[in-house]
């Protein structure tokens, strides 16, 4: 199990925008040192609809996800325009970090998670995806645990899980509209939810 003293990559995702400051308030109460990654959201939603290439898209959704960030800023926590080990709370801006290095596919099979993992795989860190679904489903079943890198699924994106695979992130998808499931993946407790853990 990971340790609490361990930083953790955690992503918002942008269907939780209503969410922010409750979410921000359970970090800090738990008190794990968090790099937040802002999902792109309603800002990424909007590139999608318009008629660009694939680079303007991923560019263009990856500033999306740099405003959400900014949003998340505006509570009160730092921004950080880096990718670095966190000291408390803070949020990545990530735009300028991932155009210095461009290391993701201009796709959109490429989005927020497939970012946040970039992240956690750069600080060699566990990553937590926060959404406004239970976890990864197959079948209609929701699955504890991903076992199979080739997996497809409607949760994520569709470089997320062989991008986890590869890398060997330890990652969880859980729904981040309850509270305790928040607070208790936070402490590395059993949660409902889903697992992908390459190492094991």
Not at 42 to 63: C, E, N, P, Q
Not at 86 to 106: E, Q
Not at 143 to 169: A, K, N, Y
Request: charged share 25%.
């Amino acid at each position: 199990m990971t340790s609490l003293t361990s930083p953790l990559v955690v992503k918002v995702g942008g269907s939780l925008f209503d969410r922010v400051a409750r979410l921000l308030e359970i970090f800090q109460e738990v008190g794990r040192r968090v790099l937040i990654v802002p999902g792109g959201g309603k800002f990424a939603d909007l590139v999608r609809r318009l008629d660009v290439s694939d680079t303007a898209g991923h560019w263009m959704a990856i500033a999306g996800m740099e405003q959400f960030g900014w949003y998340i800023a505006s509570h009160g926590i730092p921004a950080a325009p880096a990718i670095a080990l966190p000291a408390g709370v803070t949020v990545l801006l990530p735009y300028c970090a991932l155009r210095a290095t461009d290391p993701l596919p201009h796709s959109w099979d490429v989005t927020s998670d497939t970012i946040a993992a970039r992240v956690a795989a750069d600080l060699s860190l566990d990553l937590l995806l926060l959404k406004s679904v239970d976890g990864i489903h197959h079948r209609r079943r929701l699955l504890s645990r991903v076992e199979d890198p080739s997996l497809t699924c409607d949760e994520v994106d569709p470089l997320f899980i062989p991008f986890v695979f590869e890398h060997g992130i330890r990652a969880r998808v859980i729904n981040g509209r309850y509270d305790d499931r928040v607070r208790d993946a936070l402490r590395e407790e059993v949660v409902t939810g889903t697992l992908i853990d390459p190492r094991f």
